[in-house]
């Protein structure tokens, strides 16, 4: 059995209904009754939410699944085995109906190595539509006229909370019982467009994206302000960052909650602060935690200082104020036609073409074919744009 149609969820009464009769699926058993379901539709809805706000490290709290009849919301911290979830993903047979999905993609890679096979990005969808408003609520409103409640109380709600309120329950559910519906309006409109191959290239790129743990040795490097640290005052800022990681994991609570990046670089900076009058240090300002941050400043005091890593340039690459007008003037040249294109087409300059790509080109205009193998270039880009590009090109070297 494979069904084709989502007109129930289309029906705004129907869909109010579904919302407010969502199933909390809490049992490995139940997960795989309803992953068996999703599994004989062609398009489900899918979204998910997290505790990052409130909690560390950061795990998944809930995915929601939307399907014609019914919405299930699964509790990964009660289910014990989500691979029944794993195996929906991956079903080459169904396509996965997400909004704004890098960090969906993301989250399922980090916690359980899930992959999504097909999905369908309603965002990227829209922005393709020429869309300017690309949140949910934005979008729901403009293609269905449907006012969802998108406010931040529920967007930073601490999903971790057993058990689920109806507010969060019934706010959940609404970020899945359109989104199959908006699919359809904006398959239908991409392939007047002529523009439904370039969306499902960008999804299937997305569908791609790995989670990558940041690097232990420079992840402090991160904290806003750090580029005004001198070598010593770097090395601080480790021993903190390190030591803020630790009480954020024993706490259970995010690093920002436990120090600010402000008061790292603060205290980075001036490792002879006197503590007992600084502001800002929450939990630290009394002992025994105080003795503990103290200890934290002392070690990085102490540690042999740091050098941040320097990308290497070759001097002779570096071009002199002569060839600098010459780069800048055709980079201006490149974003007008760019500009002209997006005017042209309707749509966001970012989709016309990568500006890491016109940088280069400025360089470098002569190595436009080895310019179109660069992996921030797509395939439709190149199709659409490689000879306008290069008459550009042609036009100013």
């Not at 129907?14 to 539709?41: C, F, G, K, P, W």
Request: glycine share 4%; charged share 30%.
């Amino acid at each position: 059995m494979n069904h084709n149609s989502y007109h129930h969820i289309g029906s705004y009464s129907v869909a109010q209904d579904l919302m407010a009769q969502a199933e909390l699926i809490q049992t490995n058993s139940r997960l795989s009754e309803v992953m068996e379901l999703a599994a004989t539709y062609k398009h489900v809805a899918f979204d998910l939410e997290s505790n990052g706000f409130h909690r560390y490290p950061e795990r998944i709290c809930l995915i929601q699944i939307g399907l014609p009849e019914s919405i299930y919301l699964l509790d990964p911290l009660s289910i014990s085995d989500m691979k029944p979830l794993g195996k929906l993903l991956a079903d080459s047979d169904v396509e996965i109906v997400v909004h704004s999905g890098d960090y969906d993609v993301r989250s399922l890679d980090r916690d359980w190595g899930f992959r999504i096979n097909r999905l369908f990005d309603t965002s990227i969808a829209a922005a393709f539509c020429g869309s300017d408003r690309l949140g949910l609520g934005s979008i729901v409103k403009e293609y269905l006229d449907i006012e969802l409640d998108k406010s931040k109380h529920f967007q930073r709600a601490d999903w971790t909370i057993r058990p689920l309120s109806a507010e969060l329950k019934l706010y959940a559910s609404t970020d899945v019982a359109h989104l199959v519906s908006l699919r359809e309006l904006f398959v239908d409109q991409l392939d007047e467009l002529s523009r439904l191959k370039w969306v499902m290239e960008e999804c299937a790129r997305l569908s791609n994206v790995v989670y990558r743990a940041p690097d232990a040795n420079w992840a402090f490097l991160s904290v806003k302000g750090s580029r005004t640290l001198d070598s010593q005052s770097l090395a601080v800022l480790r021993s903190l960052y390190v030591f803020r990681e630790e009480q954020a994991v024993l706490l259970d609570r995010p690093p920002f909650k436990v120090l600010s990046d402000t008061k790292l670089i603060e205290l980075a900076a001036n490792p002879e602060l006197d503590l007992e009058t600084s502001r800002g240090l929450g939990r630290f300002a009394f002992s025994p935690n105080l003795q503990k941050l103290r200890n934290a400043i002392q070690s990085g005091a102490h540690s042999i200082p740091l050098t941040r890593p320097k990308v290497s340039v070759d001097s002779h690459l570096r071009p002199n104020v002569e060839e600098r007008k010459k780069i800048d003037d055709r980079l201006k040249r490149l974003k007008a036609w760019r500009v002209r294109e997006s005017n042209r087409l309707g749509l966001h300059v970012g989709l016309i073409w990568p500006g890491v790509s016109l940088e280069r080109l400025a360089k470098k205009p002569d190595e436009i074919r080895e310019e179109m193998k660069m992996p921030e270039i797509r395939s439709w880009q190149r199709r659409q744009w490689e000879n306008s590009l290069g008459d550009v090109l042609d036009s100013i070297f």
